[in-house]
Nanobody
Framework: QVQVAESGGGSVRPGGSLRLSCAAS????????MGWYRQAPEKQRELVAT???????NYVDSVKGRFTISRDNVKKMLYLQMNNLKPEDTAVYYC????????WGQGTRVTVSS
């Protein structure tokens, strides 16, 4: 079973930036469309961004123009560059395949507050 480990979260002020990273084990990373998800307090987990095996990207409307998803298939790493962060971006962020095939990691917490 593939395992993932997210990192890079933290506390920032509105307008700040963070870069999240996700390291995947195993050998199937490059074969999967990947996604970043987030779960805010008392809310359901939502899909924030996806990147296909060919590099095509999609974003939820609330993060378009602010977040950028990228991947490094050699390093088996998934990234999420988050700029102009807003308080509503506060959540625990997770990575998984776009179809949620893998077990969930611990996530990395992002807090945006003044």
């Amino acid at each position: 079973q593939v395992q993932v480990a997210e990192s890079g979260g933290g506390s920032v002020r509105p307008g700040g930036s963070l870069r999240l990273s996700c390291a995947a084990s195993g050998n199937s990373f490059s074969c999967n469309d990947m996604g970043w998800y987030r779960q805010a307090p008392e809310k359901q987990r939502e899909l924030v961004a996806t990147i296909g095996t060919g590099g095509n990207r999609n974003y939820v409307d609330s993060v378009k123009g602010r977040f950028t998803i990228s991947r490094d298939n050699v390093k088996k790493m998934l990234y999420l560059q988050m700029n102009n962060l807003k308080p509503e971006d506060t959540a625990v962020y997770y990575c998984n395949t776009a179809s949620q095939r893998w077990s969930w990691g611990q996530g990395t917490r992002v807090t945006v507050s003044s």
